[in-house]
Protein backbone atom coordinates (compact mmCIF):
# COMPACT_ATOMS: atom_id res chain seq x y z
CA UNK A 1 0.00 0.00 0.00
CA UNK A 2 0.92 3.52 -0.94
CA UNK A 3 0.40 5.67 2.34
CA UNK A 4 1.55 9.03 1.00
CA UNK A 5 -1.02 8.35 -1.98
CA UNK A 6 -4.09 7.54 0.62
CA UNK A 7 -2.96 10.03 3.20
CA UNK A 8 -2.69 7.13 5.71
CA UNK A 9 0.39 8.34 7.30
CA UNK A 10 1.33 7.83 11.23
CA UNK A 11 2.93 10.82 13.18
CA UNK A 12 3.83 11.21 16.20
CA UNK A 13 2.00 14.23 18.55
CA UNK A 14 4.19 16.15 20.96
CA UNK A 15 3.03 13.62 23.98
CA UNK A 16 4.45 10.80 22.06
CA UNK A 17 1.34 9.31 20.98
CA UNK A 18 0.70 8.23 17.44
CA UNK A 19 -2.13 9.57 15.29
CA UNK A 20 -3.35 9.71 11.54
CA UNK A 21 -1.86 12.72 9.47
CA UNK A 22 -4.73 15.06 8.72
CA UNK A 23 -4.64 17.55 5.77
CA UNK A 24 -8.10 18.99 6.75
CA UNK A 25 -6.38 19.99 10.32
CA UNK A 26 -3.33 21.57 8.77
CA UNK A 27 -5.29 23.40 5.92
CA UNK A 28 -7.59 24.78 9.03
CA UNK A 29 -4.28 26.07 11.24
CA UNK A 30 -3.46 27.68 7.61
CA UNK A 31 -6.59 29.50 6.92
CA UNK A 32 -6.67 30.38 10.73
CA UNK A 33 -3.01 32.09 9.85
CA UNK A 34 -5.12 34.29 7.28
CA UNK A 35 -3.79 32.03 4.08
CA UNK A 36 -5.34 32.46 0.98
CA UNK A 37 -7.13 29.33 -0.77
CA UNK A 38 -4.36 28.83 -3.27
CA UNK A 39 -1.81 28.97 -0.66
CA UNK A 40 -3.20 26.28 1.41
CA UNK A 41 -3.54 23.95 -1.61
CA UNK A 42 0.11 24.65 -2.22
CA UNK A 43 1.68 24.17 1.38
CA UNK A 44 -0.74 20.75 1.60
CA UNK A 45 0.28 19.20 -1.48
CA UNK A 46 4.22 20.04 -0.46
CA UNK A 47 4.03 19.20 2.74
CA UNK A 48 2.20 15.64 1.62
CA UNK A 49 4.69 14.74 -0.57
CA UNK A 50 7.54 15.34 1.98
CA UNK A 51 5.71 13.95 4.70
CA UNK A 52 7.48 10.48 5.93
CA UNK A 53 5.91 8.08 8.97
CA UNK A 54 6.76 8.78 12.53
CA UNK A 55 7.71 12.58 12.02
CA UNK A 56 6.63 15.10 14.86
CA UNK A 57 3.77 16.67 14.76
CA UNK A 58 6.14 19.83 15.36
CA UNK A 59 8.02 19.51 12.83
CA UNK A 60 5.22 18.66 9.91
CA UNK A 61 3.41 22.64 11.28
CA UNK A 62 7.17 24.39 11.42
CA UNK A 63 7.31 23.12 7.32
CA UNK A 64 4.44 24.32 6.64
CA UNK A 65 4.53 28.04 8.29
CA UNK A 66 8.19 28.38 7.25
CA UNK A 67 6.39 27.81 3.30
CA UNK A 68 3.80 30.13 4.19
CA UNK A 69 6.21 33.06 5.78
CA UNK A 70 7.72 32.44 2.30
CA UNK A 71 4.32 32.82 0.19
CA UNK A 72 3.91 35.66 1.58
CA UNK A 73 6.94 37.16 1.27
CA UNK A 74 6.61 36.24 -2.33
CA UNK A 75 3.58 37.85 -2.56
CA UNK A 76 4.46 41.25 -0.62
CA UNK A 77 7.32 41.38 -2.91
CA UNK A 78 5.90 41.08 -5.64
CA UNK A 79 3.37 43.91 -4.73
CA UNK A 80 6.65 46.21 -3.60
CA UNK A 81 8.33 45.54 -6.90
CA UNK A 82 7.54 48.17 -8.98
CA UNK A 83 7.49 50.65 -6.43
CA UNK A 84 11.25 49.45 -5.45
CA UNK A 85 12.78 49.78 -8.63
CA UNK A 86 11.27 53.76 -8.89
CA UNK A 87 12.78 54.50 -5.62
CA UNK A 88 16.18 53.77 -7.79
CA UNK A 89 16.50 57.01 -8.54
CA UNK A 90 17.00 60.01 -8.74
CA UNK A 91 20.11 59.08 -11.46
CA UNK A 92 20.06 56.00 -13.51
CA UNK A 93 23.23 54.27 -12.46
CA UNK A 94 21.58 52.15 -9.59
CA UNK A 95 19.66 50.52 -12.28
CA UNK A 96 22.55 49.86 -14.51
CA UNK A 97 23.78 48.25 -11.72
CA UNK A 98 21.28 45.98 -11.72
CA UNK A 99 20.74 45.22 -15.15
CA UNK A 100 24.41 44.21 -14.99
CA UNK A 101 23.40 42.14 -12.38
CA UNK A 102 20.59 40.10 -14.36
CA UNK A 103 23.11 39.44 -17.07
CA UNK A 104 25.41 38.00 -14.62
CA UNK A 105 22.52 35.53 -13.18
CA UNK A 106 22.86 34.59 -17.00
CA UNK A 107 26.57 33.81 -16.97
CA UNK A 108 28.03 37.04 -18.78
CA UNK A 109 30.70 38.58 -17.39
CA UNK A 110 29.56 42.48 -17.16
CA UNK A 111 30.93 45.94 -17.07
CA UNK A 112 28.78 49.30 -15.89
CA UNK A 113 29.35 52.48 -17.22
CA UNK A 114 32.31 52.64 -19.90
CA UNK A 115 33.68 54.93 -22.88
CA UNK A 116 33.67 52.87 -25.68
CA UNK A 117 35.61 53.49 -29.25
CA UNK A 118 33.52 53.74 -32.37
CA UNK A 119 34.94 53.98 -35.53
CA UNK A 120 33.87 57.56 -36.11
CA UNK A 121 33.45 58.93 -32.18
CA UNK A 122 33.58 57.23 -28.93
CA UNK A 123 30.41 56.58 -26.75
CA UNK A 124 29.23 56.03 -23.83
CA UNK A 125 27.62 52.24 -23.08
CA UNK A 126 25.79 52.00 -19.39
CA UNK A 127 26.61 47.88 -19.59
CA UNK A 128 28.55 45.63 -21.48
CA UNK A 129 28.00 41.98 -21.10
CA UNK A 130 30.34 39.29 -22.64
CA UNK A 131 30.76 35.46 -22.70
CA UNK A 132 32.82 33.63 -24.99
CA UNK A 133 32.36 35.32 -28.65
CA UNK A 134 28.91 37.02 -27.72
CA UNK A 135 28.93 40.37 -26.44
CA UNK A 136 25.47 42.60 -25.37
CA UNK A 137 25.72 46.06 -25.80
CA UNK A 138 22.83 47.46 -23.09
CA UNK A 139 21.49 50.95 -23.29
CA UNK A 140 19.56 51.48 -19.84
CA UNK A 141 16.53 53.80 -19.88
CA UNK A 142 15.26 54.44 -16.27
CA UNK A 143 12.31 56.68 -15.64
CA UNK A 144 10.85 57.76 -12.22
CA UNK A 145 7.56 57.92 -13.54
CA UNK A 146 6.04 54.65 -14.12
CA UNK A 147 3.61 56.31 -16.68
CA UNK A 148 6.37 57.03 -19.27
CA UNK A 149 7.61 55.46 -22.37
CA UNK A 150 10.52 54.96 -24.51
CA UNK A 151 9.86 56.70 -27.52
CA UNK A 152 11.03 55.25 -31.35
CA UNK A 153 14.21 57.98 -30.97
CA UNK A 154 16.04 56.05 -28.64
CA UNK A 155 16.16 52.54 -30.08
CA UNK A 156 16.82 54.89 -33.33
CA UNK A 157 19.87 56.50 -31.56
CA UNK A 158 21.09 53.39 -30.07
CA UNK A 159 21.10 51.21 -33.14
CA UNK A 160 23.25 53.76 -34.75
CA UNK A 161 25.48 54.36 -31.80
CA UNK A 162 26.18 50.23 -31.54
CA UNK A 163 26.45 49.93 -34.96
CA UNK A 164 29.54 52.55 -34.32
CA UNK A 165 30.91 50.17 -32.02
CA UNK A 166 30.43 47.21 -33.46
CA UNK A 167 32.49 48.88 -36.89
CA UNK A 168 35.27 49.48 -34.57
CA UNK A 169 35.52 46.37 -32.71
CA UNK A 170 35.41 44.30 -35.90
CA UNK A 171 38.87 45.77 -37.28
CA UNK A 172 40.38 45.07 -33.86
CA UNK A 173 41.73 41.23 -33.06
CA UNK A 174 40.55 40.47 -29.56
CA UNK A 175 36.63 40.50 -31.10
CA UNK A 176 37.48 38.76 -33.85
CA UNK A 177 34.74 36.24 -34.82
CA UNK A 178 32.79 38.17 -32.26
CA UNK A 179 28.63 38.26 -32.45
CA UNK A 180 27.36 41.27 -31.19
CA UNK A 181 24.04 42.47 -30.16
CA UNK A 182 22.49 45.82 -29.11
CA UNK A 183 20.03 46.18 -26.41
CA UNK A 184 17.78 48.87 -24.94
CA UNK A 185 15.87 47.95 -20.86
CA UNK A 186 13.81 50.13 -19.00
CA UNK A 187 11.52 49.64 -16.21
CA UNK A 188 8.68 51.37 -17.83
CA UNK A 189 7.56 50.11 -21.25
CA UNK A 190 8.11 50.85 -25.07
CA UNK A 191 6.11 52.79 -27.87
CA UNK A 192 4.14 50.79 -30.09
CA UNK A 193 6.91 52.23 -32.85
CA UNK A 194 10.12 51.76 -30.68
CA UNK A 195 8.92 48.22 -30.50
CA UNK A 196 8.06 47.90 -34.38
CA UNK A 197 11.33 49.53 -35.03
CA UNK A 198 13.25 47.24 -32.67
CA UNK A 199 12.08 43.93 -34.01
CA UNK A 200 12.87 45.28 -37.38
CA UNK A 201 16.28 46.48 -36.92
CA UNK A 202 17.28 43.67 -35.11
CA UNK A 203 17.49 45.27 -30.73
CA UNK A 204 16.53 43.36 -28.47
CA UNK A 205 13.90 45.09 -25.53
CA UNK A 206 13.30 44.66 -21.76
CA UNK A 207 10.52 46.23 -20.22
CA UNK A 208 8.27 46.21 -17.31
CA UNK A 209 6.12 43.89 -18.51
CA UNK A 210 7.76 43.18 -22.61
CA UNK A 211 8.29 40.72 -23.69
CA UNK A 212 5.18 39.55 -22.07
CA UNK A 213 5.74 37.04 -19.67
CA UNK A 214 9.65 37.44 -19.76
CA UNK A 215 9.86 41.03 -18.97
CA UNK A 216 11.63 42.90 -16.51
CA UNK A 217 9.52 41.83 -13.32
CA UNK A 218 9.66 38.35 -14.24
CA UNK A 219 13.41 38.44 -14.65
CA UNK A 220 13.54 39.78 -11.53
CA UNK A 221 11.69 37.22 -9.59
CA UNK A 222 13.13 34.28 -11.47
CA UNK A 223 16.32 35.48 -10.65
CA UNK A 224 15.87 36.95 -7.41
CA UNK A 225 17.96 40.04 -8.19
CA UNK A 226 15.76 42.19 -6.04
CA UNK A 227 16.39 45.88 -5.21
CA UNK A 228 17.41 46.89 -1.81
CA UNK A 229 14.64 49.36 -1.93
CA UNK A 230 12.33 46.53 -1.23
CA UNK A 231 13.62 46.30 2.13
CA UNK A 232 10.85 46.96 5.14
CA UNK A 233 13.40 47.12 7.78
CA UNK A 234 15.56 49.68 6.13
CA UNK A 235 14.69 53.61 5.91
CA UNK A 236 14.83 55.86 3.15
CA UNK A 237 18.37 57.75 4.59
CA UNK A 238 19.74 53.59 5.21
CA UNK A 239 18.62 53.09 1.57
CA UNK A 240 20.10 56.07 -0.04
CA UNK A 241 23.36 55.23 1.74
CA UNK A 242 23.80 51.55 0.49
CA UNK A 243 22.74 52.76 -2.99
CA UNK A 244 25.60 55.79 -2.26
CA UNK A 245 28.09 52.81 -2.06
CA UNK A 246 27.00 50.38 -5.23
CA UNK A 247 24.80 48.26 -3.14
CA UNK A 248 21.73 47.71 -4.88
CA UNK A 249 20.23 44.72 -5.13
CA UNK A 250 20.22 41.89 -1.92
CA UNK A 251 22.24 39.61 -3.15
CA UNK A 252 24.82 42.48 -3.07
CA UNK A 253 23.65 43.14 0.67
CA UNK A 254 24.06 39.85 1.84
CA UNK A 255 27.81 39.65 0.40
CA UNK A 256 28.59 42.55 2.20
CA UNK A 257 26.40 43.06 5.52
CA UNK A 258 28.69 44.73 7.38
CA UNK A 259 28.63 47.96 4.85
CA UNK A 260 25.27 48.53 6.84
CA UNK A 261 27.29 48.76 10.53
CA UNK A 262 28.55 52.73 9.30
CA UNK A 263 25.19 53.64 8.56
CA UNK A 264 24.50 53.55 12.35
CA UNK A 265 22.03 50.50 12.45
CA UNK A 266 21.33 49.36 15.78
CA UNK A 267 21.85 45.87 16.43
CA UNK A 268 17.52 44.27 16.58
CA UNK A 269 17.26 46.31 12.76
CA UNK A 270 20.38 44.61 11.92
CA UNK A 271 18.94 41.35 13.30
CA UNK A 272 15.65 41.70 11.47
CA UNK A 273 17.33 42.69 8.61
CA UNK A 274 19.39 39.59 7.97
CA UNK A 275 16.15 37.81 8.70
CA UNK A 276 14.08 39.49 5.81
CA UNK A 277 17.13 39.42 3.50
CA UNK A 278 17.05 35.36 4.22
CA UNK A 279 13.50 34.98 3.52
CA UNK A 280 13.79 36.80 -0.07
CA UNK A 281 16.65 35.06 -0.84
CA UNK A 282 16.04 31.55 0.18
Known sequence: MDLKTNKQILIKKASGEE?????EKLKRSLINAGAQEETVKKIVADVEQWISPGIPTRKIYSRA??????????????????????ELGPTGYPFEVLTGQLFQH?????????????????????????????QHLVECKYHKDQGKHVSIQVPLYVRSRVDDIIAKRQEMAEFKNFTFTAWVITNTRFSDDSVQYSNCRGLKLL?????????????????????????????????????????????????????????GINKAKFNNLKKELADILN
Not at 65 to 86: D, V
Not at 112 to 120: A, D, R, S, T
Open 65 to 86: FSLLRREKTCSSLRYRLKQAIL
Open 207 to 263: AWNYPPGNGLKENIEKFKIYPVTVLRNLNIKEKQFLLEHNIVTCSQLSENFDTLRAS
Open 106 to 134: MGFETEVGLILEGKCVTHEMDVIATKDSS
Open 19 to 23: EIFSP
